[in-house]
Nanobody
Framework: QVQLVESGGGLVQAGGSLRLSCAASGRTDSNYAMGWFRQAPGKEREFVSAISRNGGVTQYADSVKGRFILSRDNAKNTVYLQMNSLKPEDTAVYYC?????????????????WGQGTQVTVSS
């Protein structure tokens, strides 16, 4: 079992930045691809970004490309989502996820673990 705990959410003005963290604990020796999803009120959960097991490959949704940067520190079992130039439409609950590959995460397939989510609110 792997436990994922997100942190770093909050309230920020449009144009500002936040950094989300996702710390993994438990059987992290399997070393998963990691990703972030978000769900806004009244909308379905959507893919945001994913990173491969060694951090060499990253993928982003078109809506966040060029503004968000995903990285990971395997020594700390933590992934970081740096969110810049935030917009009101980025407001959502952000969820961390662990899966077998970035491709599968992007397709919302084969997700093995989810975090509990952290709220991000961007005011206009």
């Amino acid at each position: 079992q792997v436990q994922l705990v997100e942190s770093g959410g909050g309230l920020v003005q449009a144009g500002g930045s936040l950094r989300l963290s996702c710390a993994a604990s438990g059987r992290t020796d399997s070393n998963y691809a990691m990703g972030w999803f978000r769900q806004a009120p009244g909308k379905e959960r959507e893919f945001v970004s994913a990173i491969s097991r060694n951090g060499g490959v990253t993928q982003y949704a078109d809506s966040v490309k060029g503004r968000f940067i995903l990285s990971r520190d395997n020594a700390k079992n933590t992934v970081y989502l740096q969110m810049n130039s935030l917009k009101p439409e980025d407001t959502a609950v952000y969820y961390c996820a662990a899966g077998s590959s970035t491709q599968n995460l992007r397709a919302s397939a084969g997700i093995q673990y989810w975090g509990q989510g952290t709220q991000v609110t961007v005011s206009s």
